[in-house]
């Protein structure tokens, strides 16, 4: 079963991906006789992202979200299930060459502080991937660089400065330019403002809108912060402990969301309506260990809504006719 | 009207506040450079109310609570200097066994990260009596107890199971409420909670800001919650100060700041920010980068990045006016702020 998407021919294609990590015993563990335990970080994901298209993956800490957005960029093996690229199996690419994975698919990290080179000039950080990839001569690099800054919005200036004399937000538009470099189909952005002060958040919101329109790309954008991904996406996936539980149209998951999590996680969010609240929190309780997940429904402990059935039967995934997807017993 | 106090609500340093902040400015001295990451703050807290202050990293808003409390590292070459008045005693005048003594009890803080806040190696339950121990006299018996009764009251289901775990088997958001049930020990009069609630997921955070606003109900403390997100404070201050540039550029009523905002820079934040309840329209940055704190000029802080700014902004030194009778601002012009923002 693949989740379809009408926005055209799928770009990434998930099916049935599952991301096991084995923990590592002890010797008390061993001698005790203490079961081999695996950590389920994605269990059984099945999804697809259309060309051009962003999809915006939410849920909280523990969710499995940078899993599933690591997997995708082959930092991790999926235990189970395969991943396609346009069709093709995207263990099968080769790493590097024309049509490599690396031309393909670029990621985006949270942290503009670590996931740059702190002795490398901004120049020579993008010069590096775009004659490493063989995306231009060596003569024609500099060009390419002061391309690659114009679109990210950067003065040609810091084109000789080193990481450490930029702010925040001009260290995430490098490493925006260093992901567009090999001008890949699908980019993966990994909390791309969290660590960001707000008044710069919306400048690179707009950048990464403006770039979706003009480049033509397909985008996984992973973030906690639903309001963010309300801004940015086509379509939303809602994470649960390994866990798609909802899936649909941006505007519908945040106007009629199905799934009592997605109705809580909502709800959660503070609005900039100055009004004292009086209300109790919207859930209690932690989300549980991925080590430990509970039977039927996940989301049962949590659940404001939870019956007897939940307990003890995975819920199957419903389709509305809109093609808005949830995996409850009692959607909506 | 040098030095007089804005207050919030307006009556300046009546006996309803619980503390006045007059002129105060902390300086960090280099070599070379001064900091000041407070500049001439002026405020006061009415007693059993909640004050946001909002900012960005670097504008001052954590130094000023830890400036208030006394809490900047003694090594480095700070200096504080204006005048901190907390139930009529200036605490700058305190000696330091005074102000520990307060800090253990009456005056408390929160910080963002519990992880920090809290020994690895020490149970929880010894961590949050310690300072009854310290301060109250209490038996290693009656702290236990104390221990249980206080987790039980921020939330922690089977308190008495739970007393003697560590804080690596505890979720940050359990942590969190730990640190708060720390807090709530001293029986505070008056608690600073510095972004309390920034390294939680939503769930969580609205679990925490729901349980502050609980136990300030119940106890009736005086709240100052900082925070870099402007719907976390509507939600639960009753008055707001907005910081920039290690000063307080705005302040007021929570509805006033959010209905007709009389600052650039609270108008700008208000436009830049993502809205759960509204779609993909494209938003409204404000351009350019926060300041250097050891460059800034004599005039408005926020000049550089302003659409309003008339050439004396950078030039003229601005303080904080009233607009209203609650309403403070640091700005020049803020008709044009009040025109634009309607």
């Excluded at chain 1, 990621?107 to 000039?121: A, C, H, I």
Aim: include cysteine.
């Amino acid at each position: 079963m693949s989740l379809g998407s009408e926005l055209g021919a799928p770009l990434i294609e998930i099916a049935g991906v599952a991301v096991h990590f084995p923990v590592q015993r002890t010797w008390i563990d061993m001698v005790g006789g203490a079961p081999r335990r695996q950590l389920r970080a994605v269990d059984v994901v099945d999804l697809t992202i259309g060309e051009r298209e962003t999809l915006g993956l939410v849920g909280e800490s523990g969710s499995g979200k940078t899993t599933l957005a690591r997997t995708l960029v082959r930092i991790y093996e999926p235990t189970a299930g395969k991943i396609r690229l346009r069709g093709r199996a995207l263990a099968s690419y080769p790493r590097l060459g024309e049509d490599g994975l690396c031309r393909q698919i670029q990621m985006v990290f949270q942290d503009p502080y670590s996931s740059l080179n702190p002795r490398k000039t901004v120049a020579a950080a993008l010069t590096e991937v775009l004659l490493f990839h063989r995306i231009c001569a060596t003569a024609a690099a500099p060009a390419e660089v002061a391309r690659l800054l114009r679109e990210v919005g950067l003065p040609e200036s810091v084109a000789g400065r080193l990481p450490r004399s930029l702010s925040g937000g001009q260290r995430q538009r490098v490493g925006l330019a260093r992901a567009l470099a090999v001008r890949p189909a699908f980019i993966v952005l990994d909390e791309p403002v969290a660590a960001l002060d707000v008044s710069i958040q919306a400048q690179i919101l707009n950048l990464l809108k403006d770039l979706k329109d003009q480049a033509g790309l397909g985008m996984l954008l992973v973030a906690h912060e639903l309001s963010v991904v309300r801004h940015m996406s086509d379509r939303v996936a809602v994470m649960y402990l390994g866990r798609i539980v909802e899936l649909g149209a941006a505007e519908a998951i945040f106007e009629r969301p199905q799934h009592p999590y997605t109705q809580s996680l909502l709800r959660a969010v503070p609005q900039l309506i100055p009004r004292r609240r009086h209300r109790a929190a919207v859930l209690t309780g932690d989300i549980p260990s991925p080590l430990d997940i509970p039977s039927g429904c996940r989301f049962h402990p949590r659940c404001p809504k939870v019956q007897e059935v939940c307990r003890r039967i995975d819920p199957p995934v419903v389709s509305s006719a809109s093609g808005h997807l949830a995996a409850c017993h009692f959607p909506g | 009207m040098d030095n007089a106090p804005v207050s919030t609500p307006s009556r300046p340093g009546t006996t309803d506040d619980i503390l006045v902040l007059r002129g105060v400015t902390t300086e960090f001295r280099g070599r070379r450079t001064r900091i000041r990451a407070n500049d001439d703050i002026s405020l006061a807290i009415k007693r059993g109310t909640t004050l946001g202050i909002v900012g960005e990293s670097g504008s001052g808003k954590s130094v000023l609570c830890r400036s208030i409390l006394r809490l900047l590292p003694p090594l480095a070459d700070v200096h504080t200097t204006g005048v901190v008045e907390y139930e009529g005693r200036d605490l700058l005048m305190l000696n330091e066994a005074e102000m520990r003594r307060l800090r253990g009890t009456e005056l408390r803080m929160v910080f963002q990260n519990p992880m920090t806040s809290l020994n690895p190696v020490w149970p929880i339950g010894d961590q949050i009596t310690e300072g009854l121990r310290v301060h109250g006299g209490l038996s290693n018996v009656g702290a236990r107890e104390k221990a249980i009764e206080l987790l039980g009251r921020v939330g922690i289901p089977s308190p008495e199971r739970r007393v003697d775990e560590y804080p690596f088997q505890w979720s940050g958001g359990m942590l969190q409420r730990a640190v708060i049930a720390m807090a709530m020990a001293g029986a505070p009069k008056l608690l600073f909670a510095d972004e309390p609630t920034t390294a939680l997921d939503v769930t969580i955070q609205d679990q925490i800001l729901a349980l502050l606003l609980e136990l300030q109900e119940r106890t009736g403390m005086t709240l100052v919650l900082v925070s870099h997100d402007l719907a976390v404070v509507a939600e639960t201050c009753d008055h707001i100060a907005v910081m920039y540039g290690g000063r307080i550029v705005e302040t007021a009523p929570t509805k006033a700041i959010f209905d007709g905002p009389r600052h650039p820079y609270t108008l700008g934040l208000l436009r830049s920010i993502p809205q759960v309840s509204v779609g993909a329209k494209r938003l409204t940055p404000i351009p350019g980068q926060p300041p250097d704190l050891a460059q800034l000029g004599p005039g408005c802080p926020f000049a550089p990045r302003c659409a309003y700014a008339s050439p004396d902004c950078t030039t003229t030194p601005i303080r904080l006016r009233s607009a209203t009778t609650d309403h403070f601002t640091a700005c020049l012009h803020p008709e044009r702020i009040v025109q634009a923002a309607a």
